[in-house]
């Protein structure tokens, strides 16, 4: 048996860009002019009034003065101040001195927005592209504040819409347009939006495929620190797609990737160390990021592991433990490990000997297209009664992918 490796799997990343906060605070009034009438000055001051509440309000929100805040800036945002309608916004969001309150959030952000204020604009498509108590989702509203605010350069505002278009959602779906905010976004510097570029050039999808673009763009993304951007570099430079073929520089980027914590990483610098690609073959060394990726649910590091601690390759043989990671991967639907569990069950090798587990497991493998299992099925099924095998397929049929696998039979 020989450690898997597996296909590269290029992700589109799907998660909303994160809300902003502005840091921007008004500039100080004006000294009204000699000679200014009573009535003018009288609303002069009163305006030179609220520009000193909204500096006072922004200071204390930025200090995290909660209640004081909302204490200056709600009589200024009553009074039509965009820039404190929009930090009342983010106030009621996050529950900052305030009883946390969606609604309220959408509307003091809907009064800013429609004075053209554009992180307002950003945060209120945001707000409305999931669900939250007391405020439905709505992609239709979700769309149409996300484009007045991307297309007033918003890169955040430019990254969401093309989520929207790559996925119809309140917006007809369309790949070419996805393509177009995302570059728009990209070019400003936005790491996610170079990704998901990265992504549709190296899919051909809006676009024609183009590896060595889909490098660029993954590469300005890692360059960032994009976990995602430095994995699908990684394996890039893996199989020469885009870029020279490198097994040191895969290397690289999947370990940065891999310190991240990205569990395709994680599985493929354990390959690394395994096989010596990049870097010098390490067996030991493979069998703990295994478990790191593992852990994370990596049914291919889960597999890798059962086989080691079957042949104490890297580890010491423990069948029992082989078991475990087995199943691990086996209730994920991995096919092999199916297979392996049901060796187990067969030979008595870290379980106890159960044939009509084995055969149930060898079924539910061959029903996946697992060739060997179905070898192994049929071998098995002449030391079989008909009652055992009975057993085996009711087992096999009652059995959901994700779910536990059973340990235990009527017979």
């Given at each position: 048996?020989n450690?898997?490796?597996?296909?590269?799997?290029?992700?589109?990343?799907l998660?909303?860009?994160?809300?902003?906060l502005?840091?921007?605070?008004?500039?100080?009034?004006?000294?009204p002019?000699?000679g200014?009438?009573?009535?003018?000055?009288?609303?002069?001051?009163?305006?030179?009034?609220?520009?000193?509440?909204?500096?006072?309000?922004?200071?204390?929100?930025?200090?995290?003065?909660?209640?004081?805040?909302?204490?200056?800036?709600?009589?200024?945002?009553?009074?039509?101040?965009?820039?404190?309608?929009?930090?009342?916004?983010?106030m009621f969001?996050?529950?900052q001195?305030?009883?946390?309150?969606?609604?309220?959030?959408?509307?003091?952000?809907r009064?800013?927005?429609?004075?053209?204020?554009?992180?307002?604009?950003?945060?209120?498509?945001?707000?409305y592209?999931?669900?939250?108590?007391?405020?439905a989702?709505?992609?239709?509203?979700?769309?149409?504040?996300?484009?007045?605010?991307?297309?007033?350069g918003?890169?955040?505002?430019?990254?969401?819409?093309?989520?929207?278009?790559?996925?119809?959602?309140?917006?007809?779906?369309?790949?070419?347009l996805?393509?177009?905010?995302?570059?728009?976004?990209?070019?400003?510097?936005?790491?996610?939006?170079q990704?998901?570029?990265?992504?549709?050039?190296?899919r051909g999808q809006?676009?024609?495929?183009?590896?060595?673009?889909?490098?660029?763009?993954?590469?300005?993304?890692a360059?960032?620190?994009?976990?995602?951007?430095q994995?699908?570099?990684?394996?890039?430079y893996?199989?020469?797609?885009?870029?020279?073929?490198?097994?040191?520089?895969?290397?690289?980027w999947?370990?940065?990737?891999?310190?991240?914590?990205?569990?395709?990483?994680?599985?493929?610098v354990?390959?690394?160390?395994?096989?010596g690609?990049?870097?010098?073959?390490?067996?030991?060394?493979?069998?703990?990021?295994?478990?790191?990726?593992?852990?994370?649910?990596?049914?291919?590091?889960?597999?890798?592991l059962?086989?080691?601690?079957?042949?104490?390759?890297?580890?010491?043989?423990?069948?029992?433990?082989?078991?475990?990671?087995?199943?691990?991967?086996?209730?994920q639907?991995?096919?092999?490990?199916?297979?392996?569990?049901?060796?187990?069950?067969?030979?008595?090798?870290?379980?106890?000997?159960?044939?009509?587990?084995?055969?149930?497991?060898?079924?539910?493998a061959?029903?996946?297209?697992?060739?060997?299992?179905?070898?192994?099925?049929?071998?098995?099924?002449?030391?079989?009664?008909?009652?055992?095998?009975q057993?085996?397929?009711?087992?096999?049929?009652?059995?959901?992918?994700?779910?536990?696998?059973?340990?235990?039979?009527r017979?």
């Open positions: 048996m450690i898997k490796s597996r296909k590269w799997v290029r992700i589109l990343l998660t909303l860009a994160p809300f902003v502005s840091g921007c605070l008004s500039s100080l009034p004006e000294i002019g000699v200014v009438g009573a009535k003018t000055q009288e609303a002069e001051s009163s305006q030179t009034g609220m520009e000193g509440n909204l500096d006072m309000g922004l200071a204390a929100l930025f200090q995290e003065n909660y209640i004081e805040a909302h204490s200056l800036l709600t009589p200024v945002a009553e009074a039509g101040n965009a820039e404190a309608q929009y930090h009342l916004g983010i969001q996050f529950g001195g305030v009883a946390q309150d969606y609604r309220q959030a959408a509307e003091w952000y009064r800013a927005a429609e004075q053209g204020n554009l992180l307002a604009q950003t945060d209120l498509g945001s707000l592209s999931e669900d939250w108590p007391g405020l989702r709505n992609d239709s509203l979700a769309a149409e504040w996300t484009q007045r605010a991307a297309e007033q918003n890169r955040i505002a430019q990254y969401n819409l093309g989520l929207f278009y790559a996925n119809g959602r309140g917006v007809q779906q369309n790949d070419t996805a393509l177009e905010w995302y570059r728009r976004a990209a070019e400003q510097g936005d790491p996610s939006a990704l998901n570029l990265g992504a549709m050039y190296a809006g676009v024609p495929q183009n590896y060595v673009l889909a490098a660029e763009w993954y590469t300005l993304a360059n960032q620190g994009n976990d995602i951007a994995k699908n570099l990684g394996l890039m893996l199989s020469g797609d885009g870029v020279p073929k490198s097994e040191a520089l895969a290397y690289t999947l370990r940065r990737s891999a310190d991240q914590g990205n569990m395709t990483s994680l599985f493929e354990g390959l690394a160390h395994y096989y690609r990049g870097v010098d073959q390490d067996k030991a060394t493979a069998a703990e990021w295994f478990k790191r990726a593992a852990t994370q649910g990596s049914d291919g590091a889960q597999y890798n059962g086989l080691m601690y079957t042949n104490g390759d890297g580890v010491l043989q423990d069948y029992a433990q082989a078991a475990r990671f087995y199943r691990l991967a086996a209730e639907g991995n096919t092999d490990a199916l297979n392996n569990l049901g060796v187990s069950y067969r030979e008595g090798k870290g379980v106890p000997q159960n044939s009509v587990l084995a055969y149930a497991l060898y079924n539910l061959a029903a996946r297209g697992n060739e060997l299992a179905a070898g192994n099925r049929r071998q098995l099924l002449s030391h079989m009664t008909p009652a055992q095998v057993e085996g397929q009711r087992l096999a049929a009652s059995w959901r992918e994700g779910q536990p696998l059973p340990r235990h039979t017979l």
